[in-house]
């Protein structure tokens, strides 16, 4: 029997395509920078600064952004020389991570703010991405904030529990206590959603949105 | 554990992208099978579930802590196959809505956390619960010995394709490397056992039912697993020699360093070497690249034969007829 209702037509968005291919492009550039080719580093720094103001991004929200990303990546760069011997080679390797790094951050940061998410969904799905894929990535995408709330929820419901500090232990404890619970909360809303979607019909066979 | 982009080279970026694209498509293919059920709801609660977990840091050493990576979990929770696509949707996401991890450097991330985390994870937890017997104690103890291996293995993968992405520079020591990423993710592996296994023993004593149980199989069931870890390794072995680094590796290296010689022995091997298996009339990279695939098929073959005898018949359901 035919399926009674046909999926949306497949249609690929070329401007989503070129913010993805952009982008990608930029990270390619980025990764074959050496410590040499500053020049080039410094090209492709002022071209990626310049779509970000472009795409609305303010200094404030850039420094905020690279005041959390800069230290974790100079940690792992750092584990270069930690690892080789602070000699001038393995420093400009670690420097070269950074550049190579924080380029690629920023063309990552780009792509956020031009592409929403919902547009990113559409386009995998255009691009013939498993339709499983594509409705699990959706189903992710909508609980991810209900149950980051219900994980703040709980985090609160312990603070208040527990006046004072707690030793190591206790904090162990109580956080493989807090996942457990979120897991056997979300796994029950999953049964519940499932429930719902039988109800209205669900057969297993995904017909995404267009 | 995330990757950044600028650590890898493209080309490793690239290889270890093609591996996982493999193992994530295999594990939609075995979905498709039952997608009638709780498949897409069930995995995208558990893919938010474990982007949630992953936010919760607790404290390893003064100054460092770690979070949760959840690719045994993941499995314990969905299986293998709904195990690996969730973390591979958790690092989509992470990615495209959060700016975490690389955008070429999603391929190694994925082999590391999706592929080894969930695939290879629920392979340990599966052959230790089988020896620690099927209850409560025996799945915790197959999930913590899952995560912390699992943890190692994707450390010692990742200084290897760092290595390889020096493989350029004759100064890299891989022991060095290798060495201190260990001992750092010896501890994070610690914290990921006690965080996994301790929530897993949380909702099995709570709510068991809410834990994966694999379908009953007839038949072999291990013949699909040693089919998908044949061609894991083949692809690797295919993919991966020809990239390996010429320079000389840490024994070598340090007999060189000392000055030390060893006794020129006539050799027995079949081959030459491993450039040497078609000849050395330029046709040394395709003698590495078969090297690889006859010693791959080689080593499966002696451990399938060695294997045999560990071979187990699965138990009867309770009230069943025996005999």
């Known amino acids: 029997m035919a399926d009674p209702i046909p999926s949306p037509p497949r249609v690929v968005s070329v401007a ?3 913010k993805l291919g952009a982008s990608l492009g930029i990270v390619l550039l980025a990764c074959s920078l050496s410590w040499d080719s500053w020049p080039a580093a ?15 991004f303010t200094l404030k929200a850039l420094a905020r ?12 760069a750092i584990s270069i020389p930690l690892s080789q011997g602070f000699t001038a080679s393995w420093m400009q390797l670690a420097g ?6 924080a380029v690629s951050f920023l063309a990552g940061l780009w792509l956020i703010r031009v592409l929403p998410f919902d547009s990113l969904l559409s386009t ?8 499983v894929v594509v409705a699990s990535l959706a189903m992710m995408h909508r609980y991810l904030f209900v149950l980051w709330e219900e994980t703040s929820r709980l ?4 603070k208040a529990r527990c006046l004072g500090r707690q030793n190591r232990i206790a904090q162990w404890l109580a956080g493989i206590g807090m996942v457990g619970m979120l897991v056997i909360r979300s796994l029950d809303r999953g049964h519940r959603i499932h429930r719902a979607m039988l109800a209205r019909g669900w057969d297993g066979h995904i017909r995404p949105w267009p | 554990m995330h990757i950044h982009d600028g650590l890898l080279d493209t080309p490793v970026c690239l290889v270890t992208g093609g591996i996982s694209l493999a193992a994530v498509g295999y594990s939609v293919h075995r979905l498709k099978d039952s997608l009638a059920d709780r498949t897409v709801p069930m995995t995208g609660m558990v893919a938010a579930l474990v982007f949630a977990g992953q936010m919760i840091n607790f404290p390893v050493t003064a100054g460092t802590s770690g979070h949760l990576i959840g690719g045994v979990l993941a499995a314990r929770l969905l299986g293998p196959w709904a195990g690996c696509l969730a973390l591979t949707l958790v690092l989509f996401v992470q990615k495209f809505l959060f700016n975490d991890g ?4 999603l391929g190694p991330n994925v082999l590391h956390m999706a592929v080894i985390g969930s695939l290879g994870g629920y392979a340990i937890q599966s052959a230790v619960a089988r020896l620690a017997g099927d209850t409560i104690r025996g799945r915790v103890i197959g999930v913590v010995v899952a995560s912390w291996f699992t943890v190692m293995a994707a450390a010692v993968l990742c200084s290897i394709e760092f290595a390889i992405s020096q493989a350029t ?6 022991g060095s490397f290798l060495a201190l990423m260990m001992l750092f993710h010896s501890l994070i592996g610690i914290g990921e056992s006690l965080i996994s296994g301790g929530v897993i023993r949380f909702v099995a004593t709570r709510r068991p039912e809410l834990l994966y149980n694999p379908p009953a199989s007839s038949g072999r069931p291990w013949r699909r697993t040693l089919a998908a870890g044949l061609a894991t390794a083949v692809v690797v072995a295919l993919l991966l020699s020809p990239l390996a680094s010429s320079a000389p590796d840490g024994l070598e290296a340090a007999v060189q360093h000392s000055g030390l010689r060893a006794d020129e022995t006539p050799s027995l091997s079949l081959f030459g070497g491993y450039d040497q298996v078609l000849g050395d009339d330029g046709w040394e990279s395709w003698s590495v690249v078969l090297s690889g695939l006859i010693g791959t098929l080689v080593v499966f073959g002696i451990a399938l034969v060695l294997g045999r005898p560990l071979e187990t018949t699965p138990n009867p359901a309770p009230g069943a007829p025996r005999g």
Do not use: E, H, S, W
């Open chain 1, 16 to 18: 989503a395509l070129l």
């Open chain 1, 42 to 56: 410094g090209a492709l720094l002022a071209v990626t600064f310049a779509a970000l103001a472009i795409a609305g």
């Open chain 1, 65 to 76: 952004r690279l005041t959390l990303f800069l230290p974790v990546t100079t940690l792992v």
């Open chain 1, 96 to 101: 070269t991570v950074i550049i190579r790094g």
């Open chain 1, 124 to 131: 995998l799905y255009a691009l013939r991405l498993p339709a």
């Open chain 1, 155 to 158: 985090r609160v419901a312990r």
């Open chain 2, 102 to 105: 690389g955008l070429l450097a």
């Open chain 2, 169 to 174: 520079n004759p100064d890299f020591q891989l």
